[in-house]
C-alpha cells in the first residue's frame, strides 16, 4: 500500500484507517497494529511540526516475510534523521528532563530499527517491526 496524505492533523483517522484495512486484507495478527499506529502518528506528526515541506506526505506498507515495513516521506524539507536523535534519559526526574524527543524514543522502542534516508530535499523514515503470524 502506498497512499498520500494532506499534511493536517485531521488525516490521522485516515492513516489509522487504512493501516487498520492493511493488517486486515494482509491477515496480519493485530497485536503490533497499535504500536503500528502510535510510530506513524509520531512521525507523521513530527513531520507536520518540523518538517516544514509543503506537499502531502507519503505513507508505504510492506509485508515482507513477516516483517512489517512502514515508509513515511517527506517532501521539500530540511534534513532531520530522526535515528540521530539524542536519547532521552527516561530514568531523569521529570524537573531534570529537557522537553521533546519523548516520541521518537518511544518509536526507536517499540519498533525492531529505524532507517533515514534524505535525497534531493525528501526525507524518508522508514520502521521496520517482526509480525508474528
Known amino acids: 500500500m502506498e497512499r498520500s496524505f494532506k499534511r493536517s492533523l485531521a488525516s490521522l483517522?485516515?492513516?489509522?484507517?487504512?493501516?487498520?484495512?492493511?493488517?486486515?486484507?494482509?491477515?496480519?495478527?493485530?497485536?503490533?497494529?497499535?504500536?503500528?499506529?502510535?510510530a506513524v502518528e509520531e512521525l507523521f506528526t513530527n513531520m507536520l511540526k518540523y518538517g516544514g515541506g509543503t506537499g502531502d506526505i507519503v505513507i508505504a506498507v510492506a509485508l515482507d516475510d513477516g516483517e512489517l515495513?512502514?515508509?513515511?516521506?517527506?517532501?521539500?524539507?530540511?534534513?532531520?534523521?530522526?535515528?540521530?536523535?539524542?536519547?532521552?534519559?527516561v530514568d531523569r526526574p521529570?524537573?531534570?528532563?529537557?522537553?521533546?524527543?519523548?516520541?521518537?524514543?518511544?518509536?526507536?522502542?517499540?519498533?525492531?530499527?529505524?532507517?533515514?534516508?534524505?535525497?534531493e530535499r525528501r526525507g524518508t523514515t522508514k520502521f521496520f517491526k517482526r509480525l508474528n503470524r
Do not use: C
Open 13 to 38: 483517522d485516515e492513516i489509522s484507517e487504512a493501516l487498520q484495512t492493511f493488517f486486515a486484507d494482509n491477515d496480519a495478527r493485530t497485536e503490533h497494529l497499535e504500536s503500528v499506529i502510535l
Open 69 to 89: 515495513v512502514v515508509g513515511l516521506t517527506d517532501f521539500d524539507v530540511d534534513e532531520f534523521d530522526v535515528t540521530q536523535a539524542p536519547e532521552v534519559d
Open 94 to 119: 521529570l524537573s531534570e528532563r529537557q522537553p521533546g524527543g519523548l516520541g521518537i524514543h518511544l518509536v526507536k522502542k517499540l519498533m525492531d530499527r529505524i532507517e533515514y534516508n534524505y535525497v
